[in-house]
């Protein structure tokens, strides 16, 4: 039987720390108890399944605007292998990632990722290309759902929806395939995915449900089985970004302070003259969709790293630049035609959009001549047809100073123009990096490193410089784009590297506490047998920006509300506070259910009691739990993903 909020609330009692021992035991009270609410680190790793050598690991790098695949063997970690070149890279763009862009025909199955995507959708007669489904950007939307869920819906170029879920398994089993053919033809034979240890990167200022939900679209796209979950590890990308850049040598790395790569030192010792014990340092992760900042100590000798405060970001990535330039042309031409042009001829808005993201990338602080940006002839003719006259007209009437029309069908922009529309999202960056530094926790920073595709912009770097005015150096490894690619396989290689993280919320679930008069609002009392309890107390198993280590746990126990009961439901709340009360307080939301399987698991005790130890030291929220009396695992989930 499942319980309802209720029933849990009432029965899930705990004991002040005053109080007697558990009422549930002197009051004979079948109820959930929690007993002892304790964080231990974990006993020498008992009931752990053994462990299964990965021949290699391969990370995926699933980005707002472009993704890729970096793999390493683990007889030879030092190697790392970024993905073959693509066909048909943009001109002026050379990296070894790929758009991430996906088409689907007009059945709905999958085409093609990537510039093949792109190059094919382009190339489509605009009649047809209206019913094949084209969708680029689709990221950002794990991030700004509020619920999400697992039928949460995207919308194609074309304005038809599609489940989110299906397009991110489509794209991670188009990497699983891209991986596994290259690493079939180097080793001459089938390559066995049986083998391959995956590693998926996210955000860090993800919220859960995003990353369960990337999850469970790799258990859709066949990446790893529901029953080997430990084959796939999610990587935070700022995470992957830190390891990746501790490691790296002075040659690799331009100083900003002095615009060279780093001379003075040999080339092959670490940064700065190596990193050494104690130093705190700064990861800027700037990329296609959101800016994230991790803040991290290394603690030697082994070289692990400690987080010094939680992941803080935002949605600031570089195409808040490309939402700008919309912003102008819609300005320019008016949103009506922009909205209409989009879905008349989707293939040409995306052909414009190419126009400016190389553009976009030639802009700098110190230019001085304009950029120009070709119109497709398709924009031009169809303005004419929707508005009558033509584009030239429209920019002459148009306020637009900056923009002009030039004689070779182009839309010239000044250098200023082009910077006003880096400004928003640049200056949300800098707002961010001037309050993080703010912070007691993010004092003596030695280095910060500028990573992501986004940390290219010379306007960008910058604008860290003059914020900063000398306070840490400055750092930008080479390959900036595949900093994080690179980073994520080595974190698969060795996941405890990090050692110590900080917990982004507050967790607890809602329980009873004996009533204290004057402590407790006379509204939350019930009166239960004769004993007055106080309800919707919040049980903090973890709070904002605590310490958390690696392997740590939190223990409750929980006792089936009558014998015959299968599945113990409890939910989980969650709040950006750092302490809260109760779980009606302003702030605390229902954000997942912690559900116990206790379905076999009949014993002879009278009270059985159900033991469970959640895990906050990870990528991931874990739980496992046990029956205490017979000491067998009880099937243990914890459910963020709005159902």
């Known amino acids: 039987m499942m319980m309802t909020e209720n029933e849990l609330e009432i029965d899930n009692i705990i004991t002040d720390a005053m109080a007697t021992p558990s009422p549930a035991k002197s009051m004979g009270d079948p109820g959930i108890t929690p007993l002892s609410p304790t964080h231990t680190l974990k006993d020498s790793e008992q009931n752990e399944p053994p462990r299964h050598h990965y021949v290699v690991v391969v990370a995926i790098d699933f980005g707002t605007t472009s993704s890729g695949y970096a793999y390493a063997f683990t007889k030879e970690p030092e190697c790392i292998h970024t993905m073959r070149r693509w066909e048909g890279g943009d001109p002026g763009v050379s990296n070894q990632k790929t758009p991430t862009t996906i088409l689907l025909t007009p059945d709905r199955k999958f085409h093609s990722f990537g510039y093949a995507a792109r190059d094919f959708y382009h190339d489509l007669d605009p009649t047809e290309s209206k019913q094949w489904l084209y969708l680029e950007k689709f990221k950002m939307k794990l991030h700004t759902t509020a619920n999400l869920s697992i039928d949460t819906d995207l919308h194609a170029a074309n304005g038809k929806r599609v489940k989110a879920l299906d397009i991110f398994a489509y794209a991670l089993a188009f990497f699983k395939e891209q991986a596994l053919k290259e690493l079939s033809d180097q080793a001459g034979a089938e390559f066995d995915n049986a083998d391959v240890r995956w590693v998926i990167t996210v955000p860090a200022i993800w919220k859960m449900p995003a990353k369960q939900f990337m999850r469970e679209a790799a258990y859709k796209a066949g990446l790893v089985s529901r029953d080997i979950p430990e084959q796939l590890i999610i990587a935070l990308e700022p995470e992957a970004a830190s390891i990746y850049c501790r490691k790296l040598r002075l040659h690799q790395l331009v100083d900003l302070g002095t615009k060279t790569a780093l001379n003075g030192y040999s080339p092959t010792e670490n940064v700065g003259g190596g990193m050494t014990q104690g130093d705190r340092y700064v990861v800027v992760d700037c990329g296609g969709g959101t800016v994230d900042l991790t803040v991290h100590q290394i603690r030697m000798p082994e070289g692990h790293l400690k987080e010094l405060y939680k992941a803080s970001g935002g949605p600031y990535g570089s195409i808040g630049i490309d939402y700008e330039f919309e912003k102008l042309l819609c300005k320019i031409f008016g949103q009506d035609f922009i909205d209409q ?303």
């Open 341 to 643: 042009f989009k879905i008349k001829r989707p293939a040409a808005w995306v052909d414009l959009m190419i126009a400016f993201e190389s553009r976009k990338r030639a802009a700098a602080p110190d230019r001085s001549n304009p950029l120009n940006i070709n119109l497709p002839f398709s924009f031009i003719d169809y303005y004419k047809k929707f508005r009558g006259h033509s584009v030239e007209h429209a920019l002459r009437k148009s306020n637009v100073d900056f923009v002009k029309w030039s004689s070779q069908g182009m839309l010239r922009m000044s250098p200023d123009a082009m910077n006003a529309l880096f400004k928003p999202t640049i200056d949300h960056i800098i707002q961010h990096l001037t309050e993080l530094f703010e912070r007691p926790e993010v004092t003596n920073i030695k280095f910060l490193f500028l990573v992501g595709g986004f940390a290219e912009s010379p306007l960008l770097q910058q604008a860290v410089q003059k914020m900063l005015q000398g306070r840490s150096r400055i750092i930008i490894p080479h390959d900036v784009g595949l900093t994080i690619l690179k980073g994520a396989v080595l974190f698969g290689l060795d996941p405890s590297i990090i050692k110590v993280r900080r917990s982004p919320l507050t967790y607890g679930v809602g329980v009873l506490n004996r009533f204290v008069e004057g402590k407790h609002p006379p509204e939350k009392m019930l009166v239960k047998d004769g004993t007055r309890w106080c309800t919707d107390v919040f049980d903090t198993f973890i709070s904002a920006d605590q310490s958390v280590a690696l392997g740590e746990t939190v223990k409750r126990s929980y006792t089936p509300a009558k014998p015959s009961q299968q599945v113990i439901v409890i939910h989980v709340y969650c709040s950006e506070k750092e302490s809260v009360s109760f779980i009606t307080d302003p702030g605390v939301r229902k954000c997942g259910t912690l559900k116990l399987d206790v379905s076999g698991t009949e014993s002879p005790a009278a009270r059985r009691e159900i033991q469970t130890l959640m895990q906050f030291g990870d990528t991931e929220i874990r739980a496992m739990a046990v029956d205490v009396a017979t000491s067998r695992f009880v099937k243990a989930s914890i459910d963020f993903l709005s159902q």
